[in-house]
């Protein structure tokens, strides 16, 4: 079975700047991307960021040119770099594993919270 665990959040200041990574245990197949997702007080969880296995990138309008989605295969990690962060990107972020219908792996999610 596939185990994802987050790590790297915390309480940071408006401007700031944190990394968020997931580290993955087990043999993944059936694996057509990764992805950050959050979910903030009172919403519903949004996808921030994806990676397919060819290395393509997609942002969510709100983070694009502040996140950034990468991958250490070695490492079985994938991280999101989070930079100019904003009080509205607080939130408890997930990393996921997603086949071509959705996603089929959760990590138990990290918090992340920016302060103004």
């Known amino acids: 079975q596939v185990q994802l665990v987050e790590s790297g959040g915390g309480l940071v200041q408006a401007g700031g700047s944190l990394r968020l990574s997931c580290a993955a245990s087990?043999?993944?197949?059936?694996?057509?991307?990764m992805g950050w997702y959050r979910q903030a007080p009172g919403k519903q969880r949004e996808l921030v960021a994806t990676?397919?296995?060819?290395?393509?990138?997609k942002y969510a309008d709100s983070v694009k040119g502040r996140f950034t989605i990468s991958r250490d295969n070695a490492k079985n990690t994938v991280y999101l770099q989070m930079n100019s962060l904003k009080p509205e990107d607080t939130a408890v972020y997930y990393c996921?594993?997603?086949?071509?219908?959705?996603?089929?792996?959760w990590g138990q999610g990290t918090q992340v919270t920016v302060s103004s």
């Open positions: 990676i397919t296995s060819g290395g393509r990138t």
């Open positions: 996921a594993a997603s086949g071509t219908t959705g996603p089929l792996y």
């Open positions: 087990g043999t993944i197949f059936s694996i057509y991307a």
